[in-house]
């Protein structure tokens, strides 16, 4: 399908949650050590937040998570399966996100891999700009 039209966008449902563990293991954004879990994902959607998926018949082929923390929204886990990359679903995704941020008034804040040209094209499209001076730091121990 070439068609970004012909996926479905619409917003997580718990039974998702196995096939949105393999799009974050196929792309390598998410990861149960790093606190990816049906509960937080419970969590963040009871605060507030949003979790938008594309899905292809009953496979989730893309994902946009965001959450609240009252001030801002963050974009985080956005991800589209490799195979189907480049063909307008990250910008389906992102559209739904930012809709979300302009719907509440809200900014929207976001991390992204140097590495990823493509992504940060995009974002700039969509007029994200970067914070120069800062380093992104994260405390992972839960102790």
Known sequence: MDDPESYLLRD?????????SELWTATGIGNPARGDSLESVRRTLGRGGRLFVLALEDRIVGSAWVSDDGRRLYLHHMAVLPELQGR????????????????????????????????????????????????????????
């Open 12 to 20: 997580f449902a718990e039974a998702d949650f196995g096939s949105l």
């Open 88 to 143: 307008g679903l990250g910008k389906r995704l992102l559209e739904a996100a930012v809709s979300a941020a302009r719907e509440r008034g809200m900014q929207m804040k976001l991390e992204v891999s140097e590495a990823n040209a493509g992504a940060i094209a995009l974002y700039r499209k969509y007029g994200f700009e970067t914070l120069e001076g800062y380093r992104t730091m994260i405390r992972r121990r839960t102790d």
